[in-house]
């Protein structure tokens, strides 16, 4: 049964993903605000609504401790975690996650290969762009690549190329492998704490912020409604703003704790009159494929401009730069929708494959 609950997830599952999109396609084409030469109340807006890029990354690990790591929870509390569950468990989440990923990390190789040779500039971080402080020719060898399939960027390798997003999917493929290990049996307990051990010198951050994602899972599991969703989205609304003024954990895990209520305020939801549900349907459906394929892509673009004698690169924003930037968004949702019908919409399909025959839900 499609609720209010279910309606707001994909809300904030595509919403978060232009997020993201539209904050690192700004770092690019315009000059940060600091340098902005004719700040409008417009132009202020502009750059206030393009920095929530990492925000939204929080509201994606929230979103998916509550769909994941809640469905176990709730599986485990009415003792039906078994075997059969396990399995389907890794087949959903190796399926969800590399149908895309595998694609991903070869286009966007290909990408930075042939956009190197046209604006090596760019790839080379020579800009300072804050979306991509690190130079990505250094980070497109085979080890990387390997390692980005294995899932392991941010621990033993870095993202592969211009894709650094990836950091997120490091931290999400960590939190899935870790949370199921605690629920099957005692040798998994080990290779559990021997990831944890691995995790703490290698990369912390992974661990301190699976807080957030347990958070998402845990609200799953409470029947009462704490607040009245109104109030959670004041909260919420509250907090988004605050976390533009402040920034480290202690705001990224209150931000988290908002979001959170918001959700459980909207679990007994009986309001019927749903609003933009197939929008919001469509939009989420590809979320994960833009999220994956658009930073790759619009760098390469930036270097083909370049090539042709079009810099848009660290542009002061004006009007007719602004038309340049909803359109280069376009082409970024038209080119990831092309690349979602391809693969991340099949998802069910090679999960019906290789769950002989049986079809799952998230």
């Known amino acids: 049964m499609y609720s209010q609950l279910s309606n707001t997830l994909n809300f904030l599952r595509w919403l ?190 992974i661990l301190i912020y699976s807080s957030i994602w347990l958070l998402g899972s845990f609200i799953v599991l409470l029947k009462k409604q704490l607040i009245h969703k109104y109030l959670a989205i004041i909260i919420l609304f509250t907090m988004l703003v605050l976390s533009r003024k402040y920034n480290g954990f202690y705001i990224d895990i209150t931000l988290a704790l908002s979001i959170s209520l918001l959700l459980n305020s909207l679990k007994n939801d009986t309001f019927n009159n749903i609003y933009f549900k197939k929008l919001n349907c469509k939009m989420a459906d590809f979320s994960y494929s833009l999220y994956l394929f658009h930073f790759p892509f619009f760098v390469f673009l930036l270097s083909v401009f370049y090539v042709n004698k079009v810099n848009l690169i660290l542009l002061q924003p004006t009007k007719l730069n602004l038309y340049i930037y909803i359109l280069i968004l376009i082409s970024i949702y038209v080119y990831t929708y092309f690349l979602y019908t391809i693969f991340e919409k099949n998802t069910d399909k090679v999960q019906i494959y290789f769950g002989k025959n049986r079809k799952w839900k998230d």
Do not use: C
């Open 16 to 205: 978060s993903a232009l997020m993201v999109v539209i904050g690192h396609l700004r770092s690019f084409l315009f000059v940060e605000y600091n340098l902005v030469e004719n700040k409008t109340v417009f132009i202020k807006l502009f750059y206030f609504i393009t920095g929530f890029g990492h925000q939204a990354v929080i509201v994606f690990f929230v979103i998916s401790g509550y769909l994941v790591g809640g469905a176990v929870l709730k599986k485990y509390k009415n003792n039906q975690l078994n075997q059969q569950y396990i399995k389907e468990y890794f087949i959903k989440r190796f399926t969800r996650i590399y149908i895309v990923l595998i694609p991903a990390l070869f286009i966007g190789y290909v990408l930075d290969y042939y956009g190197n040779i046209n604006f090596s500039d760019l790839y080379t971080n020579a800009y300072h762009i804050s979306a991509m402080n690190f130079n990505a020719i250094g980070n497109d060898n085979f080890l990387t690549l390997i390692g980005n399939i294995l899932n392991v960027q941010t621990i033993f390798v870095p993202t592969l190329g211009t894709n650094g997003p990836l950091w997120s999917l490091s931290n999400e493929w960590s939190y899935y492998m870790l949370f199921i290990l605690l629920f099957i049996n005692n040798w998994t307990r080990v290779l559990f704490l021997g990831i944890v051990v691995l995790l703490v010198f290698k990369n912390i951050d």
